[in-house]
């Protein structure tokens, strides 16, 4: 067998490219939404704040992924209802709410004799992924893809001016809390993957990739996906070469491909703004308007 062919070999790694095809799209996707509403503090409240939830479903001999969806949508609903009924900002409400509910889940952990690792909550082990994690994060991806795609066009309106929204009449409340929940069930479909912490990259990252080397929506998307799905199986199969965890290999190559998607967006914006360009466009601009 040649060489490069080897991962491919181990079950294990079979598991790890097959949990990330699952779960790219869905994240990609959910990622642009994100980044047009300017929520990635929410998805790292709501990521945090699952922590006490898997604990307490541990305790309660539940399936943790159960847990999970419970806290960080407690979390969501709790950041709503205290940003619309203060005077405190939104993103103080964030800070102040996920790094409680993180704390009280770290507390909750020292206090029980668990098997579960701390590291493979916060970090991921997608090494470790069976079965049952296996239909869990096809079904949920699945569900959210599918939800995201019949929605879009609601929800992209939703980001950029909710009030124009609330005036033809899509339900922006429904669309709120309806776009929390589906951060929440992300993050718990890619919860053995990634973790706690690392799942906030996949939320934010590709989006924020897309949103630098596109101009309509519906091209973010497909970028953003693409993009995800490329960097997620080669931080995977790279991770086995390299020796390393793959959930931080995949981060690692998102934040590279955000600089140089900067990188690629500042050296367009120059050729286009330099007294070149201006001569070339208009020379083009001239010629076409010939007969």
């Given at each position: 067998m040649m060489d490069w062919l080897i991962p491919f070999q181990f079950p294990f790694m079979q598991n790890a490219f097959l949990?990330?095809?699952?779960?790219?799209?869905?994240?990609a996707m959910l990622s642009c939404?994100?980044?047009?509403?300017?929520?990635?503090?929410m998805g790292d409240a709501i990521s945090h704040a699952t922590l006490p939830g898997i604990v307490v479903a541990y305790v309660l001999n539940i399936p943790l992924v159960i847990g999970a969806f419970v806290a960080g949508i407690f979390c969501a609903l709790a950041v709503g209802f205290l940003g619309d009924n203060s005077r405190i900002k939104r993103d103080t409400v964030m800070g102040v709410v996920f790094?409680?509910?993180?704390g009280f889940g770290i507390v909750l952990y020292t206090k029980i004799q668990s098997d579960v690792h701390l590291d493979h909550?916060?970090?991921?082990?997608?090494?470790?992924?069976?079965?049952?994690?296996?239909?869990?994060?096809?079904?949920?991806?699945?569900?959210?893809?599918?939800?995201?795609?019949?929605?879009?066009?609601?929800?992209?309106?939703?980001?950029?001016?909710?009030?124009?929204?609330?005036?033809?009449?899509?339900?922006?409340g429904w669309l709120h809390y309806g776009l929390l929940t589906v951060i929440s069930l992300?993050?718990?479909?890619?919860?053995?993957?990634?973790?706690?912490?690392?799942?906030?990259?996949?939320?934010?990252?590709?989006?924020?990739?897309?949103?630098?080397?596109?101009?309509e929506f519906r091209h973010m998307l497909m970028v953003a996906v693409a993009v995800t799905v490329v960097l997620m199986t080669g931080g995977v199969y790279l991770s086995f070469w390299l020796d390393s965890a793959p959930a931080p290999t995949i981060i690692l190559l998102l934040?590279?491909?955000?600089?140089?998607?900067?990188?690629?967006?500042?050296?367009?914006?120059?050729?286009?703004?330099?007294?070149?360009?201006?001569?070339?466009?208009?020379?083009?601009?001239?010629?076409?308007?010939r007969p």
């Open positions: 949990v990330t095809l699952m779960i790219a799209p869905a994240t939404f994100m980044v047009l509403k300017g929520w990635s503090l790094s409680g509910m993180f909550i916060l970090f991921g082990n997608m090494l470790g992924v069976g079965l049952e994690d296996l239909w869990t994060a096809g079904i949920v991806a699945l569900f959210v893809s599918v939800l995201l795609l019949a929605k879009w066009k609601d929800l992209l309106m939703h980001a950029f001016d909710p009030a124009h929204a609330r005036a033809i009449g899509l339900r922006v992300t993050i718990v479909a890619t919860l053995k993957a990634v973790g706690l912490i690392l799942a906030i990259g996949l939320l934010i990252a590709p989006g924020a990739i897309a949103f630098l080397l596109t101009r934040s590279i491909a955000f600089v140089l998607a900067f990188i690629i967006r500042q050296l367009s914006a120059r050729r286009a703004s330099s007294p070149e360009a201006g001569v070339r466009d208009e020379g083009s601009a001239g010629g076409a308007a």
